[in-house]
């Protein structure tokens, strides 16, 4: 734990920043015998599953281990995003051209259904389309940079803006990076508001939400499943799980293939407007090149920095993270030195061997996750995309519905090879500093 307490506001907290205004919630009225599809997991897939079904006539229950809203949908940076990731994050290496424009196509449609979805149930959730900035860690990312900006325009059709170190200061009030690019297609939300307006919605669509009732293991029991749960035992027809980063030995197939990847964040105190307008001028989302990369973001309110890394190689608590992170947010922006922090929390993200998020289904068992940090608005989009495809309501497959979802064979739910390639990561991230020094 680091010693130096000054960083620390009077009323600090470990618990997301995002809680303040929206807690997670208990539901813990007993448990149905059984009901037509049990949803596993309460975060924005699961829940935007349940809200389709629900709607049209289907009997559904979501179960979450703990309380509905605490896992990691209320954990994240809160940012919206389209088909960008699957370019930036390298997943379109060894993807066959046909199935690349289909994933790029369900990427850009997620980014307009969560659109249409707030602005059509009028959810509270913060959301605005204020754009992201890429900067660059060293001048060649920089040409890196633009050469993507032009195949994520090719790809994807978003606005791409070319922001040398020159003019960089319009977009980020620091000389850390050495350039960017601006994609205006991009935005933000409230995690969790979204959350709560979710969850209200699919209550008030009639379905039932259960928390603290972990499941143990999903049988085969007659034409369905048997849920054992830590609550006891649901019969099933169908059953979906949506556990992401938290998927466990409930699910070991699935475990298998999910990668569960610690990410932190800390959130100041109050900022003055004049600071945070040098900060960030437009509010923009911003991110970076490294391997091991920096997200921040102004807080919906305009009043706080929101800042994610990770603290180093080896997980930590996320008390001991926080003089860290605040290091590390000092140095793109020396100004926040004296700052205080209010919040520090974590959560895991699903990643996985190939860089995709996956829906389908194993062994008669429904699954969407594997948001590999794009999750707000895909992982809404796959949980509609699934409960459509359960009714029989879709116009065509979706194109993360796919049979083959890779693993590891060294690889049975514990990531102990994270350490190694996060610390090579470093490594190289240092190195490529360094080399930009000279």
Not at 67 to 91: F, N, P, Y
Not at 115 to 134: H, P
Not at 250 to 259: E, F, G, H, I, M
Not at 376 to 383: D, S
Request: charged fraction near 25%.
């Amino acid at each position: 734990m680091r010693k130096d307490r000054n960083i620390f506001t009077g009323d600090f907290m470990t618990a997301p920043y995002w809680w303040d205004a929206a807690p997670p919630e208990s539901y813990r009225d007993p448990l149905p015998g059984q009901a037509d599809v049990v949803i596993v997991g309460s975060g924005y897939c699961g829940l935007s599953a349940a809200i389709e079904l629900a709607r049209n006539g289907t009997d559904v229950v979501v179960l979450d281990a703990a309380e509905i809203g605490s896992g990691a949908s209320t954990r994240s940076g809160g940012m919206v995003s389209s088909g960008q990731k699957l370019v930036v994050g390298g997943a379109i290496k060894g993807v066959p051209p046909d199935l690349f424009e289909r994933l790029i196509e369900d990427s850009i449609a997620s980014f307009q259904h969560i659109q249409d979805l707030v602005g059509v149930e009028k959810l509270d959730a913060d959301l605005t389309i204020s754009g992201r900035f890429f900067g660059a860690h060293t001048p060649r990312a920089y040409d890196a940079l633009r050469r993507m900006g032009n195949v994520l325009h090719d790809k994807t059709g978003v606005t791409v803006h070319e922001v040398p170190r020159g003019r960089q200061r319009e977009v980020v009030g620091s000389d850390y990076y050495h350039g960017g690019i601006v994609i205006d297609e991009y935005g933000g939300l409230h995690p969790g508001k979204y959350h709560r307006a979710l969850r209200d919605l699919a209550a008030s669509s009639g379905a039932a939400l259960r928390s603290h009732a972990r499941v143990r293991r999903i049988s085969p029991s007659g034409p369905g499943f048997a849920v054992d749960t830590s609550r006891g035992v649901i019969q099933a027809s169908r059953v979906v799980v949506t556990t992401n980063g938290y998927t466990d030995e409930a699910t070991p197939d699935l475990r298998r293939r999910v990668v569960p990847a610690r990410s932190y964040q800390i959130a100041t105190e109050r900022l003055e407007p004049d600071l945070m307008a040098e900060l960030i001028p437009r509010g923009r989302m911003i991110s970076d090149t490294k391997r091991d990369l920096f997200y921040t973001r102004p807080s919906p309110d305009g009043t706080r920095i929101l800042f994610g890394t990770r603290p180093g190689i080896f997980e930590v608590s996320d008390e001991a993270a926080a003089g860290v992170l605040h290091s590390r947010m000092c140095e793109v922006w020396p100004q926040l030195a004296g700052r205080r922090i209010s919040h520090v929390w974590s959560g895991y993200v699903g990643m996985t061997f190939d860089k995709t998020a996956h829906m389908g289904e194993r062994d008669g068992i429904v699954h969407a996750v594997g948001c590999n940090g794009n999750g707000v608005a895909l992982m809404t989009y796959l949980g509609h995309q699934t409960a459509l495809k359960l009714l029989g309501r879709q116009n065509r497959p979706c194109a993360f519905d796919r049979d083959a979802f890779p693993s590891h064979p060294l690889y049975r739910g514990k990531a102990w090879f994270l350490p190694v390639v996060g610390g090579w990561y470093r490594l190289r991230d240092r190195m490529d500093r360094l080399a930009a020094m000279v």
